[in-house]
Nanobody, 120 residues
């Protein structure tokens, strides 16, 4: 397992930008995908963006062209650049790393969450 430490949340005006970071401490060799989720009050947690070990990326439809997921060269830190933020982006954002190991072990590690508030 890995410990995930998130940073970068805060209060921003509509149209503004924030950059979230999630650093993995521990063994990262089994990480298959690095993910950002978010959960707004009264709503279910939803996948925002994902980057696979091979570098394949996918986004939720409502953040495409506004958010960018990336990782560092050591593949131990994942970032979420959020531009053109809207009030509906307000949520707690969580980093999650999905890992798998032979023969059939798989697990998820979650960060503590960071609050993003978009408001004027």
């Amino acid at each position: 397992q890995v410990q995930l430490v998130e940073s970068g949340g805060g209060l921003v005006q509509p149209g503004g930008s924030l950059r979230l970071s999630c650093a993995a401490n521990g063994s990262i060799i089994n990480i298959v995908t690095m993910n950002w989720y978010r959960q707004a009050p009264g709503k279910q947690r939803e996948l925002v963006a994902q980057i696979s070990h091979e570098g394949k990326i996918k986004y939720a439809d409502d953040v495409k062209d506004r958010f960018t997921i990336s990782r560092d060269s050591g593949r131990s830190t994942v970032f979420l650049q959020m531009n053109s933020l809207k009030p509906e982006d307000t949520a707690v954002y969580y980093c999650m790393m999905y890992s798998a190991a032979w023969p059939d072990y798989e697990w998820n590690d979650w960060g503590q969450g960071t609050q993003v508030t978009v408001s004027s």
